[in-house]
């Protein structure tokens, strides 16, 4: 019996590395991809945050993520973690990231034997080597005890996908599907199930004769923190191609045998069947926001008549079109999986939320015509993320921007951070920098009249209870925060300590908005506006104490909040993520105002040096992603050069504790991509690009512009370890003098050429 359980196990293992072999017969772009990267909670050093990352299935930007499930999520934990050894479910997912909640998930799970229900109960244990990852395809073995293994596999598209199980021999075996999963205890500071416990039911349907599962999940983990949605469901239609011989369905610990309908707040259904060895079950699954007839419509669409090979091969197909937007050459096997995984991070977020034709809205809670995203990260993706797609996802960033403004239309504000309604996550206004940097970039497919009202309302409209709320991290809902403390910022010049949380960060913020919505001002001809609004970009000034040497927080009275220079500050002071070394540094908008605020180019220079000699410099987190390049402005760019040598081959590694810090869905890996290739948007809404340095000897870019395609070929010659400083850097044929490069030479030029060398050359500069 043993040896017949080794033999299964063998030919299981086989299958699933034959399967990936086969749909490999030539190594493609996306083949180099390993969604695995990211994955572990644990972080780089003790007290860093993983990579927040899951081995997802699914078309580029999808809108339901098809993966296994090694825990039950939460805000706070993703549903796959890398260092958990057992897999509780096969899940349609739509949490973003480890610090916001899923919503509308269902999940599957195989199972043989005695009838197991709930997550920790019907887990079974799995090892990594028996585990395959691919952006198109996911395979592991669940070991179900006696030598005996379910292969479990993944195919899926953007709103349907297919799971695929093979059985060993059993009288009993079964599918547990679980609807919704509101367990208290997973309670926290941060998840608080009892309103949700009290106020919405998941329901599930069994329908035994057209072999179908249907059903909804009103959850939403984020709840406490967005508003009321009564209309809010997660549709899915679930149809198996093995004859249910017997079902029940389930609410917590009650279990209701031959029951079709279930209604609870930690409930599902289950359907048995017996199996013969190496017997193949399909799993077809539809999802959908807007009805269950509309969850039919999308799995018609994307994988009806499609064998599971196929909607392999097709979705594997879609990546390899997509990641085709770029190709390094003369690099390592290591950097090509590091280079074209990251690409695959900066394509999975924001995530359609339209299906085919109708979204439904979570800002108004009803459903429109029209093309929509959702899962918007703006804090950090609008510093590299966004101003990467316009080179990437051309196509894509006007929809994205529209989706913003359906937004504002049908709540009254951009969003901050939806999932998929405001939370209010994070501070600030960045919708404000994604708009008018794709407008300063020419991307104007979208309703630039609302854009512009949009971004005069946040840099203008304080939120309501401004000056009666502090407005603090994840605070309960209480209607949309926009720049809370807005009101003090238009009139005495900052944010206040003590009354509205976060201060220093959001004064320095605030200004940073203000600058990308005076620059659109500009280009529309909105002189007054433009130079009203670039007057308050400048206040983040207000807050520097020359004595202390760092911004700091300031009393409504306008005395500074003194502190020792040697303690760390943190949210309760005043800041975001960071303390006010992470933020001396912040307004990436005005460089040259803050080298002058802070008493030339030798004083900034020597602040900067202590910053990163002092190991201040947080990779790990965004606010300080522009600082690498900040030695370009103060003439010392061989430093920039340094660090992003430094920094692009210490932060990213070829294996699952790969990334330095929170993807933050995409930013980290946006950030990597501008090193690679040489130059970094520091400022948004400026059209300019500070120079690094690239570290690949060629990478061809494919752009689209004024919907022509062109290739923009960047060249390091002589580039090595050694070899990491500029020499000279050329636009085709033309020196470039300096260490900047516009937007619009980019798109117009054809190659960039750079001598590297051993030494640094300090003429340029």
Known sequence: MKKIGILSLFLLSISCISFAQKQAKSKQAVHYVNPLIGTPYAGFKKGLDGGGTVPAVGTPFAMTNFLAQTAEPKMGLNAYVYEQKSIMGFLASHQPTVWMGDYGYVSVMPQVGELKLLPKDRALPFEHKDEVSHPYYYCVLLNTGNHQYIKGEIAAASRAGIFQFTFPAAEKARFIIQGINLNPELADPSNDYGPRIKSIRGYVKIDSIKNEITGYNPDRMSAQIGPDLPNFKGYFIIQCDKKIASFGTWDNTTVNPSSIEQLGTRMGAYINFKTRAGEKIALRIGTSFISLDQARINMAKEISGRSFEQLVASTRNTWQA????????????????????????????????????????????????????????????????????????????????????????????????????????????HADAVIADAY??????????????????????????????????????????????????????????????????????????????????????????????????????????????????????????????????????????????????????????????????????????????????????????????????????????????????????????????????????????????????????????????????????????????????????????????????????????????????????????????????????
């Open 322 to 429: 997509n990641l085709a937007c770029m190709k390094p050459e003369g690099i390592t096997e290591d950097q090509q999986a590091i280079f074209y995984t990251a690409l695959f991070h900066t394509m999975q977020f924001p995530r359609e939320f339209s299906e085919y034709g109708k979204y439904y809205s979570a800002f108004d809670d009803q459903v429109h015509t029209g093309t929509s995203y959702t899962d918007f990260s703006l804090w950090d993706t609008y510093r590299a993320l966004h101003p990467l797609l316009i080179f990437t996802q051309p196509d894509r960033v006007n929809d994205m921007i529209t989706a913003m403004l359906q937004m504002y239309k049908e709540g009254g504000r951009l969003p901050m951070w939806p999932n998929p309604a405001e939370t209010n996550i994070m501070i600030s206004t």
């Open 440 to 765: 300063v970039k020419g991307i104007r497919g979208y309703d630039v009249k609302l854009a512009y009202e949009a971004l005069l309302k946040d840099a203008m409209v304080p939120p309501y209870h401004d000056t009666s709320l502090a407005y603090g991290d994840r605070d309960l809902w209480t209607g949309y925060e926009a720049r809370a403390g807005l009101t003090a910022f238009n009139s005495i010049g900052y944010v206040p300590f003590g009354k509205t949380a976060e201060s220093v960060s959001r004064t320095i913020e605030y200004a940073s908005d203000n600058y990308s919505v005076a620059q659109m001002a500009k280009a529309l001809g909105k002189k007054y506006d433009y130079e009203k609004i670039l007057a308050w970009s400048k206040n983040y000034k207000n807050l520097y104490d020359s004595t202390a040497g760092f911004l700091i927080p300031k009393l409504a009275d306008g005395s500074f909040v003194h502190f020792n220079p040697k303690d760390k500050l943190g949210r309760q002071d005043g800041f975001t993520e960071g303390d006010q070394w992470t933020y001396l540094f912040g307004a990436l908008h005005d460089v040259p105002g803050m080298i002058e605020m802070m008493g030339g180019k030798e004083k900034f220079i020597a602040k900067l040096d202590e910053n990163f000699a002092g190991n201040h410099y947080r990779h790990d987190n965004e606010p300080g992603h522009h600082y690498c390049y900040l030695y370009d402005y103060c003439g010392q760019p061989w430093k920039t050069q340094e660090l992003i040598r430094k920094h692009t081959t210490e932060n990213y590694l070829n294996e699952p504790l790969g990334i330095n810090g929170n993807e933050d869905c995409g930013q980290m890996a946006a950030w990597y991509i501008f090193g690679v290739m040489g130059f970094y948007p520091v400022t948004p809404a400026s059209g300019i690009y500070a120079i690094g340095a690239p570290q690949f000897p060629k990478l061809i870019v494919n752009l689209k512009v004024n919907n022509q395609q062109k290739t923009f070929t960047i060249i390091a010659n002589k580039l090595s370890a050694k070899n990491k400083y500029i020499q000279s850097v050329q636009l085709d044929g033309r020196h470039i003098d300096h260490p900047f490069i516009s937007h619009a030479d980019i798109v117009k030029g054809r190659q960039l050429i750079f001598e590297m060398g051993p030494a640094p050359n300090k003429n340029w500069k």
